[in-house]
């Protein structure tokens, strides 16, 4: 089979956010959100705090799956660590059954990383994790991926359309929050919404709004 991530929506250089599940050593299932960025045709890189059970899970492994959704409650559940077991095939792996499309990746390299200046309280370690894909299933013909630059790219559009006509105070927190969406942008997005905030950014900067480098 030939892999091409593109085939589930995935542009390289682009990150997506995804399900990771993957096995516990006890045979139990485990499913957590994580970005996904979109390597090469059939490469994934993902970057891992060490203290996630998915981490710890890789590492043992070597193996995991992908998953594509875009529903919200999958995501909400699968954070704060209650998924039901509903949620996940019969399978001996650890598929979600209400997917539209999964990735079986296997691990290529995992390197530990340290980024000094991370504004998440953790130790600041991390795996840096390149994977091949080695299969793709489609559950439905055209997988919705969830990509957080379009979202991003939506707020600020509107907020364009309201910054003239609100006060001083709201104004300001428009200016902030453009800096953070296109930070975010800038990280994560596909070519049209990086290219998309460029034209919004002058378009804010004709106007003379100062947009400022966001500084968390
Ligand atoms: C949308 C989304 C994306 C996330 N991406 C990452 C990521 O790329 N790397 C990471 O270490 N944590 C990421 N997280 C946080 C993990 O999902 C979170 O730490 C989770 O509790 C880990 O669960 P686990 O211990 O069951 O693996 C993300 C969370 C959300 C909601």
Redesign the pocket.
Known sequence: MDIDISLVGMEKGSQY?TIITSLCDDGSK?A????TIAYSKDELM????KT???ASNIYNRRKFIVNITNNAKI?TLS?I?KLPKEYFTDDKEAILNNCDAYLKCEVETLKEAYKKHDPVKSDGK?YIIKAKVIEIVKNKPCPQIVNRGLYMLIESLVNYTRIDIVDDKLKEYYLDRFSEDQRVIKKVGTKNDKESIEILKNVLEDKGYEIKKFEP
């Not at 957590?32 to 970005?35: I, L, N, Q, R, V």
Request: proline share 6%; net charge neutral.
């Open positions: 956010e485990n957590a959100p994580f970005g993902f970057r891992i705090f996630s059970l998915t995501f954070t660590g991390s």
